[in-house]
């Protein structure tokens, strides 16, 4: 990917050494966007001034540069704005505003449908339908956008930034707030998303599905309604992320949903319902994850298997693990638990006493969420150390078998 991506540079510097300027004010020879480009050459830029331009529906057919100074395209709810159908593509600088919502077409800020080469960045969209719209593309960078949304249910929003069937794709510097998701992919492949803020959405901070082969780091999604969604995919690589304060009677920091061959790493999970709520994952590698004081850390429903939990650290959660079935498929070793009540003779930073992370009373709330109001009652204490001492309703063989006496991650 950053092979295609220098290669692509490297044409934008030479087409940049031939191209001519145009510029679009009041008292210019162009006076509006779309007649600037009718009378463009191939790899022209274009810079529009200053001022206030009511367009939509603005097509972009051939290769070229455009530069907002401070321009602002309002497209007064009668439609998209740029819809973008030329490889090497440059958009930047620009304040988009107002796009019509469409319950039956995706219409978009900027749209663009089988281009390759492209670069949106330090753009800002206010009451977007859709911001950015890139349907079967390739080779882009998405960065450094603003996108300020004012969604109010999933019915009538549309997304922040939303890919596709597309490949080779950087998303990163975007922030992004109250769509509908912030972020979605679905058929993406070897694309990188990073250094982006997700918050207040509908639904989901980050959505993808049947996207293989892609990567997501120092991302902080914060305060959506369902937290961040991953469904159909493999080879994913997740790291360096916050996940934080989604609240809801069925919201979480991250859903894994049928996901085979990952990692997942160093990430905060501060403060969700769930942290992590895992359905037919396998082969999944948890490791220097900080998980604190969450509703669950991580709910581990059916046909999770292979999966491994080391050097994470639970902190003050009101259950760290909730496991659906008896039968245990997966390896938890090394972690801190703040629950941990053991000893250590040898000093070795080690407990001398496994510890087994899932309570009886975790097990009967899953059953029955009315009995969460018993949470901290003495009866409940009883029962579950009733569990700790005989299993019967939980995974006998599910126990952090070198738990430490120290928390790893700061």
């Not at 250094?195 to 120092?218: C, I, P, T, W």
Request: hydrophobic fraction near 35%; aromatic fraction near 14%; include cysteine.
């Amino acid at each position: 990917m950053k092979k295609n991506l220098s290669i692509f540079f490297l044409c934008f510097l030479f087409w940049q050494v031939s191209a001519q300027n145009i510029i679009v004010c009041d008292n210019c020879n162009f006076t509006n966007v779309s007649n600037a480009i009718s009378n463009a050459n191939t790899h022209d830029t274009i810079i529009v001034s200053k001022g206030l331009y009511k367009e939509h529906d603005i097509i972009i057919d051939k290769p070229l540069t455009l530069i907002g100074e401070e321009a602002i395209i309002d497209a007064d709810f009668k439609g998209g704005c740029f819809n973008v159908i030329a490889d090497s593509v440059s958009i930047s600088g620009f304040t988009i505003n107002n796009i019509k919502t469409s319950y039956t077409k995706d219409i978009s800020g900027i749209y663009t449908f089988r281009i390759s080469n492209f670069i949106f960045e330090n753009n800002t969209f206010n009451n977007p339908f859709f911001a950015i719209l890139i349907q079967k593309s390739e080779n882009g960078i998405v960065r450094n956008n603003v996108i300020n949304g004012n969604a109010k249910d999933e019915i009538s929003s549309g997304n922040g930034i939303h890919l596709w069937h597309s490949n080779n794709v950087e998303i990163y510097g975007n922030t992004i707030s109250q769509m509908r998701d912030g972020i979605y992919l679905e058929f993406v492949k070897n694309s990188n998303t990073y250094k982006n803020e997700s918050r207040n959405h509908v639904r989901y901070g980050l959505h993808f599905m049947f996207s293989n082969s892609n990567s997501y780091q120092d991302n902080i999604f914060e305060r959506n309604g369902a937290g961040v969604a991953v469904m159909f995919s493999k080879d994913i690589v997740m790291t360096n992320n916050i996940f934080q304060y989604n609240w809801g009677t069925a919201s979480y920091g991250l859903l894994l949903k049928e996901i085979y061959d990952a990692e997942i790493s160093n990430n905060t999970f501060i403060q969700n319902t769930i942290g992590i709520n895992a359905e037919g994952s396998t082969r999944v590698n948890y490791f220097n994850n900080i998980f604190k004081s969450n509703g669950w850390a991580t709910k581990i429903t059916g046909g999770c298997y292979d999966n491994i939990f080391y050097n994470n650290d639970f902190l003050n959660n009101t259950f760290d693990i909730s496991y659906q079935g008896r039968q245990n498929g997966n390896m938890f070793n090394g972690n801190y638990w703040s629950g941990y009540t053991g000893y250590d003779l040898d000093k070795n930073g080690v407990g001398d006493v496994p510890y087994r992370p899932v309570k009886l009373f975790s097990y009967v709330v899953n059953k029955t969420p009315e009995t969460i109001i018993l949470h901290r009652s003495l009866f409940i204490d009883i029962v579950n150390f009733s569990e700790k001492v005989s299993p019967i309703f939980t995974p006998k063989e599910l126990q952090d078998f070198k738990p430490v006496l120290k928390r790893i991650n700061k």
